[in-house]
């Protein structure tokens, strides 16, 4: 079938679309329900129907004669180590992990926080939730004490699961201070916690709450999986919004099995049996869908990568790991390969490895910026594949659709909307806009399968957020335009949302941590272009009237707060001092403006600016950080 016909079909019929999609998976009961609504007015795909995505994942691969065959590949350079476990292994082992939660009091929608890092224990510890009807929330191990306090608290999780320590290059990085640091300052800390301690750091345990993993799983028992209802919440998983509170998007578990399992063929062109590597983290939402949950439910094998691009031991490690675990498709951020290409712009170290397994190179999390989408693709000669999509929608919003009619890429574009996702780019009056011209992405209701159903408990912001904007739309706050063709250009966030190697940062709350600082009166955090990561943010500070604080000391302390509360991933490296931020009349940051100073040399002055003076420091202040890049 082209690509239109399917299209046509999921937009002009979405319930026969997705009935058809739903009885491709086993069901404990199938749904009542196709398309519905909530109590609350908002679209539930697959009411009434009855699942569990545990066994999806894993007890259905090994009844159906899967059970020899690699389930997922720890490669791991940072440990050393490579780890292969089968479908039956695994299984087994989600089975007794999920015992011995339930022994400590785990049932159908308690919480689960997992802060663990690229270990195969932390992939056990989600599908047992997911086995138990617990709702997970992975929370990635770069984030500090803080941000893990916040999450624990809006969560409020029974039990919390960690490891002794991730590992950063060669540096180890011991997780359990911060472990502790982050429950001493939760107002609902975890009654318990379940540490794996590993090889490289020995955690010290506090026995009234703290439990070895490998004590656990000694007494556990294996428990069958729960039958949950496809609106039932498999995670949490919180996101920057663009205030300091973040964002806790909830995904059901019907809709998400039946949306990723979709997405395997059709996005991904990919058969059970095949090997798929996505090179991300398991605490963000591209972790979540392709390097745990799509590849296992469709019954491929999934490589659970513990290292870099780079460093470990050096920029061939991606075509290593492609050729020696026989990857057929390869996913990872662009800021990846902008890391590869600057230790090794000739791919040089391509020639050591045969890649011939590799059928397609996948992007996302970032846009694909045209130069290192023409590198890639130099240097392979493989088809690179752009697709965008959010931790809010989990599964890909637009994508070459690879798997049925793949259609020629064009450089910067993501090609078309995935069936289900109808896709308009409006004015800021919510007019749609003709082709070619750039606006706001929004996406009609209702949403397709796997897309946000909600906020964890935050219902009005879940709608002020997302849906009071465009009425009838989900706005996705990413600006972009459709060109005549019908080909998606996704620029990039309209909001003050901005992306570092890939992760998504509020600078909103960037500006709270660098307001708290006694010596500012005001400040405004600012995404600038970076070469490597994309954007990499800047502070601009106004100071108090009589501080005495002289800039290497202030920027020194304000690095400090934000490498100290988000993380040292928040890459907060620059901040200026200035007599005044340049505002609108109303008092709006003019930000756009502050970007454009940093990349171009004349930059008009906005009508609406309230001292044009304003520019002339900021201006002053990126030439003198070296900021500006022309
Ligand atoms: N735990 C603890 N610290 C972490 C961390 C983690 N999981 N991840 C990053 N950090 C720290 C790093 O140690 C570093 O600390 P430092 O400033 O003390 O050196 C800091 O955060 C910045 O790290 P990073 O952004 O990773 O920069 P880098 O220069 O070390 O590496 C890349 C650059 C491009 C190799 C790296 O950013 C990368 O692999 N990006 C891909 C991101 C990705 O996959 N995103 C998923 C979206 S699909
Ligand atoms: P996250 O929720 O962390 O996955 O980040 C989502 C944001 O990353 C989106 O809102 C976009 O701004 C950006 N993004 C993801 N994929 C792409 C892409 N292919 N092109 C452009 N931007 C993207």
Not at 44 to 67: C, E, K, Y
Not at 394 to 399: D, F, K, M
Request: hydrophobic letters at 35%; glycine letters at 8%.
């Amino acid at each position: 079938m082209s690509y239109h016909e399917l299209y046509q079909r999921s937009v002009n019929d979405p319930e026969g679309f997705w009935r058809e999609q739903a009885e491709a998976l086993p069901w404990f009961q199938p749904p009542r329900q196709i398309l519905g609504k909530d109590d609350s007015g908002h679209h539930r795909w697959f009411s009434g129907g009855q699942l569990n995505i545990s066994p999806l994942a894993l007890d259905r691969h090994v009844d159906d004669g899967r059970g020899d065959q690699t389930a997922i590949i720890h490669d791991s350079p940072a440990t050393g180590t490579q780890t292969r476990y089968t479908f039956r292994e695994l299984r087994d082992l989600v089975a007794r992990f999920a015992g011995g939660l339930r022994e400590l009091g785990v049932g159908k929608g308690d919480r689960v926080v997992i802060y663990m890092p690229m270990m195969p224990e932390a992939v056990i510890a989600m599908l047992a939730c997911a086995r138990l009807g617990a709702i997970h929330s992975v929370v990635f191990g770069g984030f500090q004490p803080h941000e893990l306090a916040v999450r624990i608290d809006d969560a409020k999780p029974k039990v919390l699961l960690t490891a002794s320590c991730g590992i950063e290059f060669s540096k180890v990085i011991p997780y359990k201070p911060l472990v502790d640091e982050a429950i001493r300052r939760s107002a609902s800390p975890p009654s318990r916690t379940v540490l794996f301690q590993r090889a490289q750091c020995t955690a010290d345990m506090d026995p009234e709450r703290d439990l070895d993993w490998q004590d656990l799983m000694q007494t556990a028992k294996p428990v069958d999986p729960v039958p949950v209802d496809a609106t039932h919440p498999l995670y949490i998983l919180y996101t920057s919004g663009t205030t300091g509170k973040p964002k806790g998007v909830v995904r059901d578990t019907g809709g998400y099995a039946v949306a990723l399992n979709f997405s395997m063929k059709y996005v991904y062109d990919l058969d059970p049996g095949d090997v798929f590597w996505t090179a991300s983290d398991v605490g963000w939402v591209v972790g979540h869908s392709y390097i745990v949950y799509g590849p296992l439910i469709y019954g491929c094998t999934s490589v659970v990568y513990e290292g870099k691009p780079v460093r470990t031991p050096d920029a061939g490690a991606f075509w290593r790991v492609i050729s020696e675990h026989q990857v057929k498709v390869f996913f990872t951020a662009p800021t990846a390969f902008r890391a590869v290409k600057k230790e090794d712009p000739e791919g040089k170290l391509l020639a050591d490895y045969d890649i011939s397994c590799l059928k397609a190179i996948y992007q996302a999390g970032e846009r694909l910026d045209p130069p290192t989408y023409d590198w890639i693709k130099q240097i392979t000669g493989l088809p690179v594949i752009d697709h965008w999509w959010q931790t809010e929608t989990g599964w890909p919003i637009a994508s070459n659709p690879m798997g049925v009619d793949p259609q020629p890429e064009k450089s910067g574009s993501a090609t078309f909307p995935v069936p289900g996702y109808q896709i308009d780019v409006l004015d800021p009056d919510g007019q749609p806009l003709p082709a070619g011209e750039q606006g706001n992405l929004a996406i009609r209701l209702p949403l397709p399968p796997g897309c946000l159903p909600t906020l964890w408990q935050d219902e009005a912001r879940f709608r002020s957020a997302y849906l009071e904007r465009f009425p009838g739309y989900y706005d996705t706050s990413d600006g972009g335009c459709l060109d005549e063709d019908g080909y998606l250009f996704v620029m990039g966030r309209m909001d003050d949302v901005i992306n570092v190697a890939g992760h998504r940062l509020s600078t909103g709350e960037m500006e709270e941590l660098i307001g708290s600082h006694d010596a500012v009166a005001e400040c405004a955090v600012v995404g600038l272009r970076d070469e490597l990561k994309g954007e990499m943010p800047m502070g601009f500070v106004v100071l108090k009237n009589g501080a005495d604080i002289d800039h290497t000391t202030l920027e020194q302390d304000l690095v400090e707060i934000v490498r100290d509360h988000i993380g040292a991933f928040a890459c907060l490296r620059r901040v200026a001092i200035v007599q005044k931020l340049p505002k609108t009349r109303s008092g709006k940051i003019l930000r756009k403006s502050i970007r454009q100073l940093s990349v171009e040399k004349d930059v008009p002055v906005p009508s609406t600016i309230d001292d044009p003076t304003s520019l002339d420091d900021i201006r002053g202040a990126l030439e003198k950080a070296g900021m500006r890049t022309f």
